[in-house]
C-alpha cells in the first residue's frame, strides 16, 4: 500500500516539510485549523477545518486512507496533538510529531516562567498598570480581560473585529521578524513587559532577541503536556521517518 500522509500544519516546519513531500511524490494533504483565515501557496492539497474531534479525525483518516500523520501544529495547539494521538490509536495509523526544541533563558534574559495562559493573566492582574506586547496570538487574548489596566501591544497575523481589551494596540502582519524590527517596535510602544508562549524555533524568537537586548523582563509561557509518541524535530527526519514506517 502506498504512503499516504496527512500533515497538521501550523508552523514554518510544517511548510518546509510540504515541500520535501512534493518533492519525494508523496501523495499528501495539508490541514490547517478552521480558525485560520488566510494560508501561504503549498505545493500540497490543502484541508481547511476542524475533524470534530478525535472520532471526526478517526473517520477521516478511514474514509481518506491516510497511513501516516504527522502533527506540525503549534507546540500550544494541544488539543490537536492529543485528537492525533487518540485517532492514530484507533486507526492504527502511523503518527509522528514534528516538534521544535522549547527555548532556554541565556545570560541577560529576565524570565517569569508561568505553566499556563491563565497564570500570566492572573500575573498581571496583580501588577500596577504598564506597556505590555502581548505576543499569545488571539484564541486567548480574553483571558486577560481580567487585568484591563494595562496598555497592550499585539501583534497578529488574521484580522479580528473586536478585541476583548479596552486598552489595546493592534497590528497585522506576517512574520518572520527580525530582531532588529522588534527592538524598533519595543522602544516606539515603550514596552516594559512580554508576554511570551515558549513555542520554540527560530521563526518568533526575534521578540525575546529584542527584551533581552532592551532589558524588557518575559512571562513566559510554558507549553502544555502532551503524551507520549513518536518525535523528530526537523522536516527531513520526519520524511525520512515515512521512508522507515512504509511498508510499500
Not at 145 to 166: G, W
Not at 217 to 226: F, G, K, L, Q
Request: proline share 6%.
Amino acid at each position: 500500500m502506498r504512503s499516504h500522509l496527512l500533515i497538521l500544519a501550523g508552523t514554518t516546519e510544517a511548510t518546509d516539510l510540504a515541500k520535501l513531500v512534493a518533492e519525494a511524490n508523496i501523495p499528501a494533504t495539508l490541514s490547517y485549523a478552521g480558525r485560520v483565515e488566510r494560508t501561504k501557496p503549498q505545493p500540497l492539497p490543502k484541508r481547511i477545518g476542524g475533524y470534530g474531534g478525535a472520532q471526526g479525525l478517526a473517520e477521516y483518516l478511514c474514509a481518506e486512507q491516510v497511513t501516516h500523520v504527522i502533527d506540525a501544529t503549534h507546540p500550544f495547539a494541544s488539543q490537536m496533538s492529543v485528537n492525533a494521538i487518540n485517532a492514530c490509536r484507533e486507526t492504527g495509523t502511523q503518527l509522528c510529531a514534528l516538534t521544535r526544541p522549547a527555548w532556554d533563558s541565556v545570560d541577560g534574559d529576565q524570565w517569569h516562567r508561568v505553566p499556563t495562559i491563565g497564570a500570566a493573566a492572573e500575573y498581571l492582574q496583580g501588577m500596577e498598570d504598564t506597556n505590555v506586547m502581548l505576543a499569545i496570538g488571539r484564541m486567548h487574548l480574553a483571558e486577560f480581560a481580567c487585568a484591563p489596566q494595562h496598555q497592550y501591544l499585539l501583534r497578529l497575523v488574521d484580522k479580528a473585529e473586536t478585541l476583548p481589551l479596552p486598552k489595546a494596540t493592534a497590528l497585522f502582519s506576517r512574520g518572520p521578524f527580525s530582531t532588529e524590527d522588534d527592538i524598533a517596535l519595543m522602544r516606539d510602544h515603550n514596552i516594559k513587559l512580554l508576554v511570551s508562549k515558549n513555542a520554540g524555533g527560530r521563526g518568533t524568537y526575534s521578540k525575546i532577541e529584542a527584551a533581552r537586548h532592551l532589558g524588557i523582563p518575559v512571562v513566559m509561557i510554558d507549553r502544555p503536556a502532551i503524551p507520549e509518541r513518536a518525535e523528530v524535530h526537523t522536516p527531513k527526519d520526519a520524511l525520512d521517518w515515512v521512508h522507515h514506517t512504509s511498508t510499500s
